[in-house]
């Protein structure tokens, strides 16, 4: 299968900052979907994993038009903090990812850090029934429709489980403190 490019669809980021740690979170989108519904989408996933986060406040929006390479700000009008308490340095690289895969065969995932894991039992894969905001949070994703693409802008099919781990680039920056 050949590669695509990055911006071969419109792309929306939602900045935030989660234990002093910027980071951001992707959505691509096909190309009639507003602002205010790109943070509806955002807001919605913030909102179904609420409780299963340390506090996450976002920081701004952008839209990266398909073709270019460059984003702009745009307004984020969704809730600006997510999540409650402050993440111990070893919890810093913690997060959930949603994986899948579209029709044509274009793997998908959406990461957000800030995951509270100790509930996850010491597994780091557990499907979605686990936890009902887990269930909730894919829900919240296929509830907007032609937002949450792949690359090549199709609608993905959700694994029926969540990942938990901690990002090895976020654990190498924690050693180097």
């Known amino acids: 299968m050949a590669s695509l490019p990055h911006n071969s669809t419109d792309i929306y980021y939602l900045d935030y900052e989660v234990g002093g740690v910027a980071h951001t979170l992707e959505n691509r989108v096909g190309g009639s979907i507003s602002d205010v519904d790109a943070s509806d989408a955002f807001n919605d996933l913030l909102t179904a994993l609420d409780a299963n986060l340390f506090e996450l406040n976002v920081t701004g929006m952008r839209k990266q038009e398909a073709g270019t390479n460059i984003s702009f700000p745009v307004t984020y009008t969704g809730t600006i903090s997510a999540g409650s308490g402050e993440p111990e340095d070893s919890q810093v690289p913690q997060f959930f990812s949603f994986t899948g895969r579209s029709l044509d065969g274009r793997r998908w995932k959406v990461t957000i850090f800030g995951a509270k894991g100790a509930n996850m039992g010491g597994d780091l894969r557990q499907p979605l029934s686990f936890n009902a905001a887990f269930q909730a949070a894919v829900d919240a994703i296929e509830d907007h429709p032609n937002q949450w693409n792949t690359i090549s802008g199709l609608a993905p099919f959700i694994n029926e489980y969540i990942n938990f781990g901690w ?9 180097i403190v």
């Open 167 to 175: 990002n090895s680039y976020w654990q190498r920056q924690r050693r």
